[in-house]
Nanobody, 115 residues
Framework: VQLQASGGGLVQAGGSLRLSCAASRMITSVFNGHIMGWYRQAPGKQRELVASITSGRYTDYADSVKGRFTISRDNAKKKVYLQMNNLEPEDTAVYYC???????WGQGTQVTVSS
């Protein structure tokens, strides 16, 4: 099932964005059984996992985003969110939502941080 990310945009360094992901086509019990994650891919770089969350809301973050990004999920609505604060130009990338480990990739959302 492809997951669609939204909420990206252009923001100045130090700004904030909130990304959303809806797994509306996924059966609720399947969604609740998966660790969900936010990934990103910057130009010329490999896709990387930046944050993940279990159904029980245990979270994990890449060192580069710890203290700035917060992942959350709403199991009833089958949604996953990524609150990004104090954004840096190095955060510029296409952001994707997927399970961890990932399944089929859906459409990402572009985040561009200007200095």
């Amino acid at each position: 099932v492809q997951l669609q990310a939204s909420g990206g945009g252009l923001v100045q360094a130090g700004g904030s964005l909130r990304l959303s992901c809806a797994a509306s086509r996924m059966i609720t019990s399947v969604f609740n059984g998966h660790i969900m994650g936010w990934y990103r891919q910057a130009p010329g770089k490999q896709r990387e996992l930046v944050a993940s969350i279990t159904s029980g809301r245990y979270t994990d973050y890449a060192d580069s985003v710890k203290g700035r990004f917060t992942i959350s999920r709403d199991n009833a609505k089958k949604k996953v969110y990524l609150q990004m604060n104090n954004l840096e130009p190095e955060d510029t990338a296409v952001y994707y939502c997927n399970s961890d480990p990932p399944g089929q990739w859906g459409q990402g959302t572009q985040v561009t941080v200007s200095s």
